[in-house]
Structure formats: C-alpha cells, structure tokens
C-alpha cells in the first residue's frame, strides 16, 4: 500500500502558479495517482488523475516522473477560491476499483490577496 | 447519472447511545464503498471499506461497525458512542473498472457526541 507524504501547509499569493508535491516511494504498477480538494464542512472533490509523465485539465496540470515515486500537482494563477486542503491519492483504481484507499494528512493551501 | 446519498446530515447523541448512519449510491452497479472520518482540522480516517455485500473490512476500533445489506447501501454503525466518535463522516465509492478511479463522496453527516 503507497503511503503518501506532503507539505502540511503552504501559503501563496493570488495569480501565482502553486506546486505541491507528493512523495509515494513505494507505488506499485497498477497504482494511478490522483488529487482532491477539499473545503470545509464537504467531501474532497477530484481534480486531476495521471499515471505518468504530464497530465492537464481545465483546472490543474499533474507531473509524474519516470519513476513515480513523486507527483506535483500545479495550480496555475491561483484565487482566493483555491483556500482549501489539497490530498494526494494513490491507489489500483482500474483493476481493483481502489480497494483499500488511505488519503495522507493533506497539504493546508491559503492564499492570501 | 452517479449519485450518492447520506443522512442525517447533522446529529447530537449522548454518549453511550447507539448511531446509525446510511449512504446509498445510485447510477453504478458493485462499486467499492468507504467510510471515512475526518475529526476537526485533521485528515480523513478511513474506518471501513466494502468490495462487495457482506464484504466489509475494517480500520478502526471495535465500537464502530459497518454493514452492506445491498449492492449500493452502506450504514455505519455503533452500539453505545464515545466522546471520541465526534467528527465528520463521509461515505464515498468508486465505480468499477470502466471509471475514471475517482472517489465520488457524499455530503457528509456531522456527528456530536455529548
């Protein structure tokens, strides 16, 4: 089972880029990694998931090197919206719908004006 | 379309009462099941996950206890509360094979225990 290590917080300012990076040393082959966010008082929402390399959707881009013992999750040009709790997720989504998955502590984002 | 339910959404309970939680998805077919409970400003605990009816593994201490009567129905459980047993629970699945492997969650239910 991957354990997932990240920054407890981190601070940013509006309309900077923000990284945060996931430590997963021991991912096994059938593990895809995956982001959520999460606001108070609701359940994490998913932002993005890749396998390797470099994934980007509307909101977010995912980088993965060769060997996925880390990902970054970038958020481009941030807003006050993206004050929440980022979590990184590791798990054997496609050939075992998940099984047991174990969110690590999460990384505090704020952003400040 | 997918969906999942859970409710109460807010409860208060004196300790030593029993609790009943219930989440039910809707739109997918053997999705795998969780439990999780995030106490205030900490992270999310899983408590109990679910391949299938009947199949339950479990996390956390023995006064919690989850059960799947059906294929997309999962209640979480507790005989007599603890103070300890305050926080946040949220029900959420993933879908199968064919998915995209995201964790769809509930809105989750706050529970106080007095």
């Known amino acids: 089972l991957a354990k997932t290590t990240q920054p407890i917080s981190m601070d940013s300012y509006e309309g900077q880029e923000v990284n945060i990076t996931c430590s997963h040393n021991?991912?096994?082959?059938?593990?895809?990694i995956t982001w959520y966010q999460q606001f108070p008082s609701q359940g994490p929402r998913f932002i993005i998931q890749?396998?390797?390399t470099k994934v980007t959707n509307e909101v977010a881009s995912l980088f993965i090197p060769a060997d996925r013992k880390s990902s970054t999750l970038s958020l481009p040009r941030v807003s006050l919206s993206d004050t929440a709790v980022y979590y990184c997720?590791?798990?054997?989504?496609?050939?075992?719908?998940?099984?047991?998955?174990?969110f690590g502590q999460g990384t505090e984002l704020s952003v400040k004006p | 379309s997918q969906t999942i339910h859970q409710w109460p959404a807010t409860l208060v309970q004196p300790v030593g009462s029993p609790l009943s939680l219930e989440c039910t998805v809707e739109?997918?077919?053997?999705?795998?099941l969780y439990w999780y409970r995030q106490a205030a400003g900490r992270g999310l605990q899983l408590l109990f996950y679910?391949?299938?009816?009947?199949?339950i593994s479990s996390e956390v201490p023995q006064n919690l206890s989850a059960s799947r009567p059906q294929d997309r129905q999962f209640i979480l459980s507790s005989k007599k509360l603890l103070l300890s047993d305050s926080g946040f629970y949220l029900c959420?699945?993933?879908?199968?094979?064919?998915?995209?492997?995201?964790?769809?969650f509930g809105e989750g239910s706050r529970l106080t225990v007095l």
């Open positions: 890749g396998y390797k």
């Open positions: 679910s391949v299938g009816i009947g199949q």
């Open positions: 959420a699945y993933s879908s199968g094979r064919a998915g995209t492997g995201e964790l769809f």
């Open positions: 997720l590791v798990g054997d989504f496609f050939y075992n719908q998940g099984g047991k998955l174990i």
């Open positions: 739109g997918t077919s053997n999705p795998n």
């Open positions: 021991n991912i096994a082959t059938n593990d895809y």
